[in-house]
């Protein structure tokens, strides 16, 4: 999954989030079995395959060199999202909610611009 998309999937985590605790708000109950974070976790994590031998510590390697890039690339998301809202929090803007912010975000990731 490329960065871009893993971004948009982490503004649906935030957007649904939002939704999430509005809903919580005014004593709306929750359907938790289906969210974006679950199935974003399952899209970008791998599987991971462990020989029948491996030891503890190969094991472990495997699984630390399968799992950090997954890693990695969803702090760097989340990170993105969090600084645009910050950005526009700390230029005091009242102009923009974040859920209309997060929406402007995702469009922008959409538009892949000019062909090169």
Do not use: Y
């Amino acid at each position: 999954m490329e960065q871009r998309e893993i971004i948009l999937r982490a503004i649906g985590v935030l957007t649904e989030t939002q939704e999430m605790v509005r809903r919580l708000g005014t004593g709306e109950a929750l359907d938790t079995d289906v969210n974006q974070l679950g199935k974003l976790v399952s899209e970008v994590f791998p599987t991971i395959e462990i020989p029948a031998g491996a030891t503890a510590e190969e094991a472990a390697e495997l699984t630390i060199a399968a799992l950090m890039p997954a890693s990695v690339s969803l702090v760097e998301a989340f990170a993105f999202v969090f600084m645009q809202l910050a950005k526009v929090h700390d230029e005091g803007r009242g102009d923009v909610t974040s859920s209309e912010l997060l929406q402007e975000i995702a469009l922008r990731m959409s538009d892949p611009g000019p062909e090169e």
